[in-house]
């Protein structure tokens, strides 16, 4: 029988494992809604190919934009996007099953849970094992969640929705994984452990303290973007973001099934 790890060791792994999960879920949401959009773009230019006054007019309209312009019909959904798109998800899940294991080490007055976190494990024990076409994992997730659809994903205008529309909400996993990370912090510092609130801040002590060069980059490495040509765009104000993300948690923390 193998040696448990000290629980202080699994809250640390388990707070890395819930960046990762946000990543994730960022670069998941990401490119399912880029895939999206380039299917109603194939979409646009099936339907605009006809040799017709309409169908001109409507090219024409479209091509007094610059090439590049986003609201031309120019997004592809290739092959590889759809990949991602399932790529993205599948590492999501596995993220969060870890995120679930540090948090099963929580103290039981400290540990958080989420609705339907059973149908998260079994949708991610099934695409682990994803050569067998009737396993243990694919009969479980049959018999517990019989409405669920592996690998199918559902959106509306608000939301994208794991194994289909009676599945499981993003927003769900994502205000769940805010929840863990709170007790995870939480119960680190309880135990005499220092956790770094700021997680752009330099990991190199007094690297931020010096003075030269006054520009610096903090990041993490998430979805890196490559610059489209200049669109008009504005910036939102300061402290929106910070803003946002509050009305989010509250409206989670009114969710029936946590």
């Given at each position: 029988m193998?040696?448990?790890r000290?629980?202080?060791?699994?809250w640390?792994?388990g707070?890395?494992?819930?960046?990762?999960?946000?990543?994730?879920?960022?670069?998941f949401?990401?490119?399912?809604?880029?895939?999206?959009?380039?299917?109603?773009?194939?979409?646009?230019?099936?339907?605009?190919?006809?040799?017709?006054?309409?169908?001109k007019?409507?090219?024409?309209?479209?091509?007094a934009?610059?090439?590049?312009?986003?609201?031309?019909?120019?997004?592809?959904?290739?092959h590889?996007?759809?990949?991602?798109?399932?790529?993205?998800?599948?590492?999501?899940?596995?993220?969060?099953?870890?995120?679930?294991?540090a948090?099963?080490?929580?103290?039981?007055?400290?540990r958080?849970s989420?609705?339907?976190q059973?149908?998260i494990?079994?949708?991610?024990?099934?695409l682990?094992?994803?050569?067998?076409?009737?396993?243990?994992?694919?009969?479980?997730l049959?018999?517990?969640?019989?409405?669920?659809?592996?690998e199918?994903?559902?959106?509306?205008?608000?939301?994208?929705?794991?194994?289909?529309?009676?599945?499981?909400?993003?927003?769900?996993v994502r205000?769940?994984?805010?929840?863990?990370?709170?007790?995870?912090?939480?119960?680190?510092?309880?135990?005499?452990?220092?956790?770094?609130?700021?997680?752009?801040?330099?990991?190199v002590?007094?690297?931020?303290e010096?003075p030269?060069?006054p520009?610096r980059?903090?990041?993490?490495?998430w979805?890196?973007?490559?610059?489209?040509?200049?669109w008009?765009?504005?910036?939102?104000?300061?402290g929106?973001?910070?803003l946002?993300?509050?009305?989010f948690?509250?409206l989670?923390?009114?969710?029936?099934?946590?």
């Amino acid at each position: 029988m193998s040696t448990r790890r000290p629980a202080q060791d699994v809250w640390w792994v388990g707070m890395c494992w819930v960046e990762a999960a946000q990543m994730q879920a960022d670069r998941f949401e990401e490119a399912f809604y880029a895939w999206q959009r380039a299917l109603l773009d194939a979409e646009m230019r099936a339907s605009l190919k006809a040799d017709t006054d309409h169908a001109k007019s409507w090219r024409d309209s479209y091509d007094a934009h610059t090439p590049y312009d986003p609201h031309r019909p120019i997004h592809v959904p290739s092959h590889a996007l759809r990949m991602q798109v399932s790529s993205e998800a599948s590492f999501l899940l596995v993220a969060a099953r870890n995120v679930m294991r540090a948090q099963d080490r929580l103290p039981v007055n400290a540990r958080t849970s989420m609705g339907d976190q059973g149908a998260i494990k079994a949708l991610r024990n099934v695409l682990e094992h994803y050569d067998e076409a009737d396993g243990g994992s694919s009969r479980t997730l049959a018999a517990d969640f019989p409405s669920l659809e592996t690998e199918a994903f559902a959106y509306t205008n608000k939301e994208i929705w794991f194994g289909g529309l009676s599945g499981v909400p993003l927003s769900r996993v994502r205000a769940w994984l805010h929840r863990v990370r709170v007790a995870l912090v939480a119960a680190l510092e309880a135990a005499g452990v220092e956790v770094p609130h700021d997680l752009l801040a330099s990991a190199v002590e007094g690297d931020d303290e010096l003075p030269w060069p006054p520009e610096r980059i903090h990041y993490g490495y998430w979805i890196p973007h490559v610059e489209e040509p200049e669109w008009p765009r504005r910036d939102a104000p300061e402290g929106v973001a910070e803003l946002m993300a509050e009305r989010f948690r509250r409206l989670r923390a009114r969710d029936s099934m946590d």
